[in-house]
C-alpha cells in the first residue's frame, strides 16, 4: 500500500502529515512505527491524520507519537496540522482542531501559527520527587498531554539522558508516565527548556505542549513575566501567554513556526 505523505516541523519537532479525510486509511501501530522510524521509514517524532469533524471543528486531529501509541495532544504537531489542513479550507485566518484534550484553535500569522489550547489540568508546584542520586523538587501541568517541570541553573548540563527516564518511568506518574522538561530562567521574561518526550523515549527539539507547561510553572514559581518567550533544543524561539488566577490557569496561546520539509510517498506493508 503506498501513502502519500508531506513531512513538516514545528520548531524541529518533526511529523509526517497525511490526508485521512475520506477514513480509508486505518494504520497499525507497527505501520506508524515504520514510518516514523529514522532509518527504515520517512523519519518523524510523530505522525498526524487529518480526519473529518465530529464535534462543529473544522478538522479531527489525530496524533501518534513514534512509537505508533495515540496522543491526546502535540503543540508543534498542531500547528503543524493547522497549516497542513488550511490548504482543504484555502484563506481561512483559522481553524478549530477537534483534539482528544478538547477544541483547539489555530490562527495564522504567515508562517507562524498561533494556537488557543484548552486548559491546563492537574496543576501542582512545589512537589518532592525521589529519584536514584536523591530528592528534587518538581512541578506538574497537564497542557493536552502530562508534563513534570524541573528547574536547573544550566540547561546544557542537565542530566536529561538520566532523569529523563527516571522521571518519565516513575511510579508518581504510574501508569502512563509523564513527558520530563529541563528549564533554565535565562531572563525577565525568558526561559531556556529541553523536553524528553513520553512515547518518543529520548528528547526532541521541541515540544509544544512542553513549552507551554514550562512557561506557566516558570511564572508561577520563578516569577518569569509573561508573554514568555520560549528558546527550545531546536534554536527556534516560542511564545507562551495565559491568565493566571490562583491554580487556574485560562486563555493560553502558543505561537511559533510550522514549516513545510518535502512532500512524497511511502510503500507500507
Known amino acids: 500500500m503506498k501513502i502519500k505523505f508531506t513531512k513538516m516541523n514545528g520548531a524541529g519537532n518533526d ?3 497525511i490526508d485521512n479525510r475520506d477514513g480509508k486509511l486505518n494504520l497499525s501501530k507497527e505501520q ?13 517524532d510523530g505522525l498526524l491524520a487529518v480526519e473529518p469533524a465530529q464535534n462543529g471543528g473544522d478538522f479531527r486531529f489525530r496524533y501518534y507519537n513514534s512509537d505508533g501509541g495515540e496522543a491526546d495532544m502535540c503543540g508543534n504537531g498542531a500547528r503543524c496540522f493547522a497549516r497542513f489542513a488550511r490548504q482543504f479550507n484555502p484563506g481561512a485566518n483559522n481553524l478549530k482542531l477537534e483534539t482528544i484534550a478538547g477544541m483547539v484553535q489555530a490562527t495564522f ?12 489540568k492537574g496543576f501542582e508546584l512545589n512537589k518532592t520527587i525521589a529519584l536514584s542520586d536523591g530528592n528534587y523538587p518538581i512541578h506538574n501541568c497537564n497542557t493536552g498531554v502530562p508534563h ?16 529523563g527516564p527516571e522521571i518519565r518511568y516513575h511510579q508518581d506518574y504510574a501508569p502512563k ?5 529541563f528549564v533554565q530562567k535565562t531572563g525577565e521574561n525568558s526561559i ?5 518526550e513520553r512515547g518518543v523515549e529520548g528528547e526532541t527539539l521541541a515540544c509544544g505542549t512542553g513549552v507551554t507547561a514550562s512557561a506557566i510553572v516558570s511564572h508561577s514559581v520563578l516569577g518569569v513575566q509573561k508573554p514568555v518567550s520560549v528558546l527550545v533544543e531546536g534554536k ?18 502558543l505561537k511559533g513556526p510550522a514549516d513545510f520539509t518535502f512532500a512524497g510517498e511511502i510503500e507500507v506493508a
Open 15 to 17: 511529523f509526517v502529515m
Open 236 to 253: 527556534d524561539t516560542l511564545t507562551v501567554d495565559f491568565k493566571l488566577d490562583g491554580h487556574m490557569v485560562t486563555e493560553v496561546f
Open 109 to 120: 500569522e504567515g508562517d507562524l501559527v498561533q494556537l488557543n489550547l484548552s486548559n491546563p
Open 148 to 163: 513534570a517541570v524541573l528547574f536547573v541553573d544550566d540547561a546544557d548540563k542537565a542530566f536529561l539522558s538520566k532523569h
Open 192 to 196: 531556556r527548556v529541553r523536553t524528553y
Open 177 to 181: 508516565g509523564t513527558n520530563v522538561n
Open 32 to 44: 506508524i512505527e515504520k514510518i516514523c522510524d529514522r532509518h527504515r521509514g520517512v523519519g518523524a
